[in-house]
């Protein structure tokens, strides 16, 4: 009896130092803005790094397809994803098709998460991450940066400039 307690405390301890030491996720920026195009496409790229367990491996990337709240998906869901030792991008592709708004909702219910496993090197015990959500909010926009909003210090030099011009003609019709 004594030997099967100590077995199964044993078994638990080995379970909670796996868990303890999970693989460490993060994003450089989660929330996204993006201008829809008013044709072609652009893009929503997510830029993060992973730090694994001494000892371990990298072996899943997972990435849920965000929807709005209403259930209106991207009409190009599937995210590509790059991987280098210790960081990853995962890219969205936004069209002119796609509804605005924000997109932030798995589909199941929930939010949009990424979350990452690891795996002792050789077998044996396997971690997962915390998820860690992300959302990407669609606005209306157009082509190039022909739609940016100018900084109010642009339009500030650019009053001036004019009321300057107007001083110095009124200064020469005198």
Known sequence: MLKKLLSTLAALLALGAGSANAIVLTLDDAN???????????????SGSYTLTPGFEFISLGIDIPYTAGGEG?????P??????????????????DTLGLYDTYLRGGLSMISAGECAVGGGICNNSSSIPF????????????NRIPEPGSLALAFLGLGGLLIARRRRLQ
């Open 32 to 46: 996204l803005t993006v201008i829809r195009p008013l044709s072609g496409s652009a893009s929503a790229s997510f």
């Open 135 to 146: 959302s990407i909010t669609i606005v209306e926009g157009g082509e190039g940066d022909g």
């Open 74 to 78: 991207l009409d190009d869901s599937s």
């Open 80 to 97: 590509s994803t790059t991987f280098t030792p210790g960081a990853f991008v995962f890219t969205f592709t936004i069209l002119p098709t």
